[in-house]
C-alpha cells in the first residue's frame, strides 16, 4: 500500500531555518509529481511548493527566494528547505504526491501533516 511519510516540523525562530522531508513508499510504478501544502486553523489548504517530474517548479509568491522544493525520484522523496522563515509561515505542513501505482492506477495522497512554528 502506498503511502508518505513527512519529517522535520518544529518550532523555530524568525529567520531561522527548517528542512521538511516526504518519502513515498508501497508500490510505485512513477511519480507524476510532489508538492507541500499549508493550513493554518480557518483557513483553506493552500500550495506552497509543487515539483513536476520533468524538474519544473511552482511556489505560491509569499515564499519565492526563501523556500526551495526537491525531487530525489530515484528515492521517491522531496525535501522543502524553509529559509528566513516567518511567522506568517506557521502552520501544518501536508506532503501530496500524484503518482501511478504499480497497478497502473492513478492516485493522490496527502501526508498526515508536520506542524511549522516560527515565533517573532
Known amino acids: 500500500q502506498v503511502q508518505l511519510v513527512e519529517s522535520g516540523g518544529g518550532v523555530v525562530q524568525a529567520g531561522e531555518s527548517l528542512r521538511l522531508s516526504c518519502a513515498a513508499s508501497g508500490g510505485i510504478f512513477s511519480l507524476n509529481a510532489m508538492g507541500w501544502y499549508r493550513q493554518v486553523p480557518g483557513k483553506q489548504r493552500e500550495m506552497v511548493a509543487i515539483?513536476?517530474?520533468?524538474?519544473?517548479?511552482v511556489y505560491v509568491d509569499s515564499v519565492k527566494g526563501r523556500f526551495t522544493i526537491s525531487l530525489d525520484p530515484a528515492k521517491n522523496t522531496v525535501d522543502l528547505q524553509m529559509n528566513s522563515l516567518k511567522p506568517e509561515d506557521t502552520a501544518v505542513y501536508y506532503c501530496?504526491?500524484?503518482?501511478?501505482?504499480?497497478?497502473?492506477?492513478?492516485?493522490?495522497?496527502w501526508g498526515q501533516g508536520t506542524l511549522v512554528t516560527v515565533s517573532s
Open positions: 501530496n504526491a500524484e503518482m501511478l501505482t504499480q497497478q497502473y492506477r492513478y492516485v493522490v495522497l
Open positions: 515539483v513536476r517530474s520533468d524538474g519544473s517548479r
